[in-house]
């Protein structure tokens, strides 16, 4: 790579990122944009919202108020954004941008599909529908051992478990995320408890049942993504600066991608369906080719999902979890911005 800036892939993060270790992210690692914070404030206080600023820089964590959505999507918004636009582009080339989930609405303001203004209406007016309507719940469940390999038969079984405990409560219950080793589970409670019971306990946390999750990514959120197409027009959608890659592995190209249908993918398919985030990484990494993979905060546990997605198609060799943690050591390929240390290398 002599001459030449290393090529990295942008992963922005989704819902659940920012946690108690959080807390003060923006004004740890931000201060110098209060320009950009104050605009956004001055938007969430002239809708009768917490501030971002509020919620920063409160004396504690309160695990009701940050992570429900009208308040978790903006302030997770506002950590990768800036994050994003911290990389130092001297030392990186950017060729390509992805996201987790509710990431998606973020990768799409990083690469100007959304502008600032339709960036926050966005990312707010699905935030605050999603916690409005709050439509059934999630729980995350792994298919891999302790090596990051999967264990055969161990999706099929769960999908199995998944038909069981339908039959039984009479509530469908969805993939709503392929999560690199783990799959995050959605439907109505009643279908997620009963299916909790099937689930032997793993690595002594799962099944983790995630507080104040909607079912996102499945048929329930309907009515969400029709409250979403009426509040949010299509003119909100412009064409990408940078390949983005949505959460099928499909990419929209620069100069060539359909806005309507980026508008349509985003408060339709994407609300509704299954968001394959193992084949974004994968897709990105085999079409893309980068020299490393930034994640940009709040937090750093999108990490290991990034990685397990590497190990299954043995990306640069990596063949298990200890190849990865070897290979982090000597020369770091997956850099996350929530880690100090790696900031370090990304600014």
Request: aromatic letters at 8%; a negative charge.
């Amino acid at each position: 790579m002599t001459g030449t800036k290393p090529k990295v892939l942008v992963v922005c993060p989704g819902r659940g990122t920012y946690n108690k270790e959080e807390l003060g992210y923006l004004s740890r690692y931000h201060s110098g944009q209060s320009e950009w914070i104050d605009s956004v404030d001055q938007k969430r206080t002239e809708q009768k919202q917490t501030t971002l600023r509020d919620l920063d820089n409160a004396a504690r964590y309160h695990l009701k108020n940050h992570t429900r959505g009208d308040n978790a999507s903006a302030l997770i918004y506002a950590c990768a954004l800036l994050d994003y636009k911290a990389i130092d582009r001297t030392q990186y080339d950017i060729c390509a941008i992805t996201g987790n989930s509710m990431g998606w609405y973020i990768a799409l303001a990083c690469a100007g599909a959304l502008d600032n203004d339709g960036a926050f209406d966005v990312i707010n007016t699905m935030g605050t529908l999603m916690h409005q309507e709050m439509i059934g719940g999630q729980i995350i469940y792994p298919f891999v051992d302790g090596n990051w390999h999967q264990i055969p038969g161990r999706k099929e079984w769960i999908h199995a478990q998944m038909a069981k405990s339908a039959v039984e409560t009479g509530h469908e219950l969805y993939v709503s995320i392929e999560l690199g080793g783990m799959l995050v589970l959605a439907g109505h409670e009643i279908a997620l408890q009963h299916l909790s019971t099937l689930l032997p306990v793993q690595q002594d946390r799962f099944p983790m049942a995630l507080f104040q999750h909607a079912a996102f990514h499945t048929p329930l959120q309907a009515p969400v993504a029709q409250l979403g197409r009426q509040r949010l027009p299509s003119a909100l959608f412009h064409m990408p600066h940078t390949p983005l890659i949505d959460g099928r592995g499909n990419t929209w190209f620069p100069n060539s991608a359909d806005t309507n249908a980026l508008w349509d993918y985003t408060l339709d398919q994407q609300v509704c369906e299954t968001y394959d985030f193992t084949r974004s990484i994968q897709h990105a990494v085999k079409e893309f080719a980068p020299d490393k993979i930034i994640i940009t905060g709040p937090g750093n546990s999108l990490g290991g999902a990034v990685a397990q997605a590497l190990v299954d198609i043995n990306w640069y060799g990596l063949a298990s979890k200890q190849d990865f943690i070897d290979r982090q050591k000597i020369d770091p390929i997956v850099l996350a911005m929530g880690n100090d240390e790696q900031r370090a290398l990304v600014i």
